[in-house]
């Protein structure tokens, strides 16, 4: 039994030697891990897309990909829009002629359309075509000859409303085509900083007017930008506020720069992971490089600390750093690892941008926890032992007047806690029932930015910018330009029309009616369909389009079978999107009989819908998994499944509190917050385990007194538990300081669940278990305390 219990002793203790006699070594080799990480740096690159919530193979996805392969990427489109008074004077309008003329010039443009390139059609009778005629600006305006242009444009083109203009507001938009080359690569990030905007600056600035410019090229370009942007600005952050934190706790400029060598050195081996594996930056790993920080210098604090407890304890420096590895070094290693696994977890789930976030961080949380252990205590060993100065804030009155107060609430107040405990359940549970889910493609889209007032002033003059697709299939050749397929077509679009969320829509309707009005003259009282009479006179016109002239390219593809009906959407509640959605299916069920048509939804706005959804599910799904497999890694350490539920229960509580903060203030659920209840799971439970490790190991020296073991694990784990969650609470407030609606709501949940769980640990845990006792105290540990202080020695 003796030789068994010093192989299970000697473990963590033969580690400590190893680091310590070979530390000269494993500096050198973090050194020059560090510089092949670095290597990898070159490789990062920054997301050109939105993300992409459904797997390759989801349905919905399958549908989009479709719709690309007969009509291209919807999300091409750039904008340019202006409400202006003066725009129809002879110098305004050659301003907006010939930035229009600019923009078409740059060669990353295949088309700009706009309110000076417009073309009307005319009827040529005898060749039975039409021919396209140009409404252009005249080239030495005068105001008559302006407003001769303006009434035509507003009175005579109707095919153009709410496409190139609002006729109600007179405000005028430009579009340009992107090309769909280049729309998706580091190219248009290029165009838009450098070719576009300073374009557009100056002729803001040399006509006294506020362009608005919108798109989702445009918009993810300063969307990703803005990304980039807070990455620099949340390491600097998050390096200092813990860096000011950690110096007042510990009052010592040593401690606090050996903390953040730790975490420095372990941001920059995220970074080389990230390009390592060759992944983009987006808005969830961007997250990382502060959260290594905010996550590493809790494990500083834990092995810091305990140095100095024990150099305070014995004054012996080399007897306290084997002691901080063999003592610290297990539990530590769980907390790690309970972290990792709620990170990890999001691996499970089928999404693009989840898996790649959850590889990274659980990785690197390995790393810090790696990293840490090996610098710590060999820099220390290098260094003299620390002076009394140094240990002052081991006998910190307001800490310890804290940690008092907690024990008296376990001692004499058990009875209020479990009331307020239940109550906060209560309220949790009535919160959840509130909570809504949010699928908008922009509501975490920095609200301040001029681009996002932008997107506001759109969807009040033209209904939204973000697009929701129709494809029809007619399932036969040739279908789509039937005159009962065209009627029908008609009919979805009054439906459209009726809903004010939605723009008008655009679509191969729009173009025969615009050929009808060429029929006659120009005349816009005929822009409609043609009638059963009028079609035998009419159709040959379409069919007979002068080369260059064909309207329907955009709309419907080359065999003639499907069609695209395109409009756009506000940005509005999630439960509005999905009525919208359903009332349209409803009404296309309607129109189109299913034995004749097939008609599929889709579009940006539609699919980042069902992302949403689909990831909610799945991340429940991973949090579930990491309820699981951080129990399992419970009942390795303590072999009991009443000590597995009680660990649980202090740092579930706190979720569902949060859950009801949540319904409560409106905050919906989205793949930004679903992603703090797996995130704060995993870092709480850190201080479940922290405070079990030391409460059995008081156990085993005290002959198993289950409560003079509780409160002396209490007294001496309470001060790091405080300082680590103080740390968190903090490192996670500097997420509020982002634009990003998302991550500012991350920050602020996590931040106040992990203060809520700081507080569940030290004072509900310790009251359960006091409470409990007997109930917990297991009769074989009883019978035989020698086998089970081996093999608890083992574990802890």
């Not at 489109?77 to 301003?95: G, S, V």
């Not at 987006?282 to 500083?300: D, F, K, Q, R, S």
């Not at 919906?668 to 190991?697: C, E, M, N, W």
């Not at 203060?755 to 019978?783: D, F, R, T």
Request: with cysteine.
């Amino acid at each position: 039994m003796g030789n068994r219990q010093r192989k299970g002793i000697d473990f963590w203790a033969v580690l400590a030697r190893a680091i310590l006699r070979n530390r000269t070594l494993i500096l050198l080799g973090i050194l020059g891990a560090t510089l092949l990480w670095s290597t990898q740096w070159k490789y990062m690159q920054f997301t050109f897309t939105e993300a992409n919530l459904l797997p390759d193979k989801h349905p919905e996805n399958l549908q989009y990909q479709k719709f690309v392969e007969k009509f291209g990427d919807e999300g091409n489109l750039i904008t340019i829009a202006l409400n202006d008074p003066k725009l129809f004077t002879p110098d305004r309008l050659k301003a907006w002629k010939k930035l229009n003329q600019q923009i078409n010039a740059f060669p990353e443009v295949g088309l700009v359309l706009s309110i000076d390139n417009v073309q009307a059609l005319k009827k040529d009778s005898e060749a039975q075509q039409l021919k396209l005629e140009a409404v252009q600006i005249p080239e030495n305006p005068t105001q008559t000859s302006i407003q001769e242009f303006k009434t035509r444009l507003f009175q005579e083109l109707p095919f153009y409303n709410n496409l190139l203009f609002n006729k109600e507001t007179e405000t005028v938009r430009s579009i340009i085509y992107m090309d769909p080359d280049i729309v998706n690569t580091a190219v248009r990030k290029a165009f838009v900083f450098e070719e576009l905007i300073p374009l557009i600056e100056t002729f803001e600035s040399e006509n006294e007017v506020n362009l608005r410019v919108s798109g989702m090229p445009y918009i993810r370009t300063l969307n990703a930008q803005n990304i980039v942007d807070e990455i620099g600005l949340f390491v600097l952050s998050a390096t200092l506020l813990t860096a000011l934190i950690f110096f007042l706790f510990f009052r010592s400029f040593r401690a606090t720069f050996i903390a953040l060598s730790v975490v420095l050195i372990g941001v920059m081996w995220a970074l080389g992971t990230l390009g390592l594996f060759r992944y983009e930056i987006t808005v969830l790993t961007a997250l990382i490089p502060p959260l290594i920080i905010v996550i590493g210098v809790p494990n500083c604090i834990f092995l810091i600390n305990k140095y100095q407890q024990e150099v305070d304890r014995h004054g012996n420096q080399a007897k306290s750093l084997v002691r901080v590895i063999s003592k610290i070094g297990n539990a530590t290693l769980m907390t790690n690892l309970t972290t990792a696994s709620g990170f990890s977890t999001f691996i499970l789930t089928n999404s693009k941008i989840l898996k790649e976030f959850g590889i990274i961080a659980s990785l690197n949380i390995l790393f810090i926890f790696i990293l840490s252990l090996l610098i710590i205590p060999i820099v220390y060993s290098i260094m003299p032992p620390p002076k009394t100065k140094h240990l002052r804030h081991l006998k910190n009155k307001n800490i310890r007047t804290l940690v008092n107060w907690m024990e008296n609430q376990v001692r004499y107040q058990r009875i209020n806690v479990f009331l307020i405990a239940l109550a906060g359940l209560i309220f949790g549970i009535i919160g959840i029932y509130k909570i809504d889910i949010s699928g908008s493609l922009i509501e975490d889209m920095p609200k301040k930015s001029e681009f996002f007032q932008d997107i506001q002033f759109y969807d009040q003059e033209f209904n939204g910018i973000v697009p929701v697709e129709v494809l029809v299939d007619a399932k036969r050749k040739n279908g789509i330009l039937k005159p009962a397929t065209l009627k029908r077509m008609n009919r979805l679009h009054a439906q459209i029309d009726e809903i004010p969320e939605l723009s008008p829509p655009l679509s191969v309707v729009n173009a025969v009616k615009f050929v009808k009005q060429a029929y006659y003259n120009g005349n816009p009282n005929y822009f409609q369909l043609p009638t059963t009479q009028e079609n035998s006179f009419i159709y040959p016109y379409i069919k007979n389009q002068e080369s260059g002239t064909n309207l329907l390219t955009n709309y419907v593809d080359d065999s003639g079978q499907y069609a695209r009906i395109t409009t756009f959407m506000k940005d509005i509640s999630t439960p509005r999107m999905e009525a919208i959605e359903a009332k349209l299916r409803e009404e296309a069920a309607r129109i189109f009989p299913e034995d004749r048509y097939t008609l599929t939804f889709t579009g940006k706005s539609l699919l980042f819908l069902k992302g949403t959804k689909y990831l909610i599910k799945n991340l429940l799904i991973s949090l579930l998994l990491a309820i699981l497999i951080i129990a399992l890694i419970m009942a390795y350490m303590f072999r009991s499944y009443k000590m597995i539920v009680i660990s649980l229960v202090p740092n579930l509580l706190p979720l569902v509190i949060t859950a009801g903060v949540m319904g409560f203030s409106g905050i919906p659920l989205k793949p930004s917050t679903i992603l703090v209840f797996s995130i704060a799971f995993g870092i709480s439970v850190d201080d479940t385990i922290h405070f079990l490790a030391k409460y059995r190991q008081e156990l085993i020296a005290s002959n198993w007194k289950i409560k003079s073991s509780i409160y002396k694990a209490l007294r001496e784990t309470g001060v790091s538990m405080f300082y680590t969650s103080i740390v968190l609470f903090f490192g996670f407030i500097v997420f509020m300081s982002s634009n990003f609606g998302g991550t500012v709501a991350l920050g602020g949940l996590v931040s106040v669940t992990l203060l809520m769980a700081m507080l569940a640990n030290l004072i509900l845990l310790p009251a359960l278990l006091i409470s409990l006792a007997e109930n917990i105290s297991n009769e074989k540990v009883i019978k035989n305390p020698e086998r089970w202080r081996f093999r608890l020695n083992k574990r802890v």
